[in-house]
C-alpha cells in the first residue's frame, strides 16, 4: 500500500471538469498538499495507507470556491451606509470612514474577520483590493489562505500613498516581494475608469504585460459611470481602456452592468474577464450584468461578492444562487446559467480570470488540494436528487463542514484552525464601539 498524507471518502466528488460530472461513492488522495488521485472508495482503501483519514458519508466535495472580487477589511464597516446610491454612498459615507479609520491595524483586523467568514463559507482564495495590500498579503500568509492581493492605483493621496506614482511603486514593492510565494499573487487593482487618470493606466499596461500578472478594476457599474466618462473624455469607459490598450487576456472587468451588444463583442474578441458581483449590484440598484450573454460570446465570467459594507456578506453560496437566479430573469430564459454553470463560475472560472486554473478552481489529480466539504444530509438539503442543483440552489453556507487548501485543514468540523475566532470577534467588537462613536 502507498502511504500518503490525507484520505478522503465522500458520498459525492464534485470536480466541476469535466462539467456535470458527479462521482458517487468515491475517495480523494492527498499528498504533499496536492491531489494524487480521485477513485472508488473500495479501490481507495485497497490501496492507500494515508496518515489522516475522513469518512464523509453525507457530504459532497467540491473545489474550494474563489471569491473573485472583494474588498477584504471593509468587513469592518459592514453595515455602516446601507440602502444609498452607489456615489452617495462612496462620497459622503465610505470615503470619509476611509480617511479617518484605515491604517495598517484596520487592514489587519478587518482582513483576518473576512478570511474567517470566507472559510467557514467554503471559499479558499480571494482577489481582493483595498489599502495597505502588504498587510491583506500577511495575514492571509499567517493563516495559510490562497489570495490574490491587488496592488491599488488611485489618482489621489490617501493613507495608503500620495499620488498615482507612489501607490504604483508601493504597489510593485508588495509584488517583489511575493513573486514566488506558493499561495499569495498579485494583481494591479486600479479602482475605477473614474478615479485614474490616463498616464498611470499607461503605466499599469506597460507592467502587467511585463510581469504577467492581471488587472483588476471595476469597469461599467453604473450608468452614472458612463455619464462621467462621456462629459470627461467624450468616449465611454471600456472605449477608453480599448484606446490605452488595456482590453486584454489580464483584464478582469466587475462589475460590467451597462454593456452595448459591441462593446460585449470587442471585450470578448480581446479576451478580457468579467466578475459578476449579484447581490452587491443589486443592494446598490447598479445594473445588470447581462451574464448569458457574456457566457454564449465566450467570455469567461467568475463571481465576486464585493465588500462586505456593501453587500452585506462574503457568501459565496448565497452569490452562486442569486448569479444563477438573476441571470435567469435577465435573459428571459430558464435554462440560462444552469447549477453546474454557476457552480464553475465560482470555482473554475475565477482561478481562469487569476491565472490559477493551472494550480485550483477543480479537482483534479496535480492540481493543489483546495477542498471544500458541504454536508447535505439534513432536513434542508434532502432529498437529493442533483447534487450540483442541491449545492446551488438549496445549500447554504453553513452547511460546510470542511475546509483545505493546498492540503492544509483549515477548517475542521466548522472550527477554524489557523484563526482565533475569539480574538477575531473581540476586535471587530472594539472597532465598532471606535467607529459608531463617529458615525
Known amino acids: 500500500m502507498q502511504n500518503i498524507d490525507t484520505?478522503?471518502?465522500?458520498?459525492?466528488?464534485?470536480?466541476?471538469?469535466?462539467?456535470?460530472?458527479?462521482?458517487?461513492?468515491?475517495?480523494?488522495?492527498?499528498?504533499?498538499?496536492?491531489i494524487l488521485e480521485i477513485l472508488p472508495t473500495p479501490e481507495a482503501s485497497a490501496k492507500y495507507q494515508s496518515h489522516t483519514t475522513l469518512r464523509l458519508s453525507e457530504h459532497a466535495l467540491i473545489p474550494g470556491l474563489i471569491n473573485a472580487h472583494t474588498h477584504a477589511a471593509m468587513s469592518l464597516f459592514r453595515g455602516l451606509a446601507d440602502d444609498l446610491p452607489l456615489m452617495e454612498w462612496l462620497n459622503n459615507h465610505i470615503w470619509p470612514a476611509e480617511g479617518a479609520w484605515v491604517s495598517p491595524e484596520f487592514v489587519q483586523d478587518g482582513t483576518q474577520l473576512a478570511i474567517a467568514e470566507m472559510l467557514r463559507g467554503g471559499t479558499t482564495c480571494f482577489n481582493d483590493m483595498y489599502f495597505f495590500p502588504d498587510e491583506t498579503a500577511r495575514v492571509a500568509d499567517d493563516c495559510h489562505?490562497?489570495?490574490?492581493?491587488?496592488?491599488?492605483?488611485?489618482?489621489?493621496?490617501?493613507?495608503?500613498?500620495?499620488?498615482?506614482?507612489?501607490?504604483?511603486?508601493?504597489?510593485?514593492?508588495?509584488?517583489?516581494?511575493?513573486?514566488?510565494?506558493?499561495?499569495?499573487?498579485?494583481?494591479?487593482?486600479?479602482?475605477?475608469?473614474?478615479?485614474?487618470s490616463n498616464d498611470p493606466l499607461d503605466k499599469i499596461r506597460i507592467y502587467a504585460d511585463e510581469l504577467d500578472i492581471p488587472v483588476h478594476m471595476h469597469i461599467h457599474e453604473t450608468a452614472d459611470e458612463i455619464g462621467q466618462s462621456l462629459a470627461h473624455y467624450n468616449?465611454?469607459?471600456?472605449?477608453?481602456?480599448d484606446r490605452l490598450g488595456l482590453l486584454s487576456p489580464h483584464l478582469i472587468g466587475v462589475h460590467m452592468t451597462q454593456l452595448t451588444v459591441e462593446e460585449i463583442?470587442?471585450?470578448a474578441a480581446t479576451g478580457g474577464h468579467v466578475v459578476h458581483c449579484p447581490e452587491s449590484n443589486l443592494k446598490l440598484a447598479s445594473g445588470f450584468c447581462p451574464v448569458q450573454t457574456l457566457l454564449?460570446?465566450?467570455?469567461?465570467?467568475?463571481?465576486?461578492?464585493?465588500?462586505?459594507?456593501?453587500?452585506?456578506?462574503?457568501?459565496?453560496?448565497?452569490?452562486?444562487?442569486?448569479?444563477a437566479l438573476l441571470a435567469k430573469a435577465v435573459a428571459g430564459d430558464a435554462s440560462a446559467v444552469s447549477a453546474a454553470t454557476a457552480l464553475r463560475m465560482a470555482t473554475l472560472n475565477g482561478a481562469k480570470a487569476l491565472g490559477l486554473?493551472?494550480?485550483?478552481?477543480?479537482?483534479?489529480?496535480?492540481?493543489?488540494?483546495?477542498i471544500t466539504a458541504v454536508h447535505l444530509g439534513g432536513i434542508e438539503t434532502q432529498p437529493v436528487y442533483h447534487p450540483i442543483s442541491q449545492l446551488v440552489y438549496a445549500t447554504?453556507?453553513?452547511?460546510?463542514?470542511?475546509?483545505?487548501?493546498?492540503?492544509?485543514?483549515?477548517?475542521?468540523?466548522?472550527?477554524?484552525?489557523?484563526?482565533?475566532?475569539?480574538?477575531?470577534?473581540?476586535?471587530a467588537?472594539?472597532?465598532?464601539?471606535?467607529?459608531?462613536k463617529y458615525d
Open 7 to 34: 484520505l478522503i471518502h465522500a458520498r459525492w466528488i464534485i470536480p466541476v471538469e469535466p462539467e456535470h460530472t458527479v462521482y458517487e461513492q468515491h475517495s480523494l488522495a492527498i499528498h504533499d498538499g496536492r
Open 145 to 196: 489562505m490562497r489570495a490574490c492581493v491587488g496592488l491599488i492605483v488611485i489618482d489621489f493621496p490617501t493613507v495608503w500613498a500620495s499620488d498615482a506614482g507612489d501607490y504604483l511603486r508601493k504597489g510593485l514593492e508588495v509584488h517583489d516581494r511575493y513573486r514566488d510565494h506558493p499561495l499569495i499573487r498579485t494583481a494591479f487593482a486600479p479602482h475605477a475608469p473614474y478615479t485614474v
Open 235 to 241: 468616449e465611454r469607459p471600456l472605449q477608453r481602456l
Open 265 to 267: 463583442s470587442r471585450y
Open 296 to 323: 454564449k460570446s465566450g467570455v469567461n465570467v467568475a463571481i465576486g461578492t464585493d465588500g462586505a459594507a456593501s453587500n452585506n456578506d462574503l457568501d459565496m453560496f448565497g452569490e452562486m444562487r442569486t448569479a
Open 357 to 370: 486554473d493551472e494550480e485550483t478552481g477543480s479537482l483534479l489529480p496535480g492540481k493543489a488540494a483546495d
Open 396 to 427: 447554504g453556507r453553513d452547511k460546510v463542514t470542511d475546509v483545505w487548501v493546498a492540503g492544509r485543514h483549515l477548517l475542521k468540523e466548522r472550527v477554524l484552525t489557523t484563526l482565533d475566532e475569539h480574538a477575531i470577534l473581540t476586535k
Open 429 to 436: 467588537r472594539q472597532w465598532r464601539e471606535k467607529i459608531k
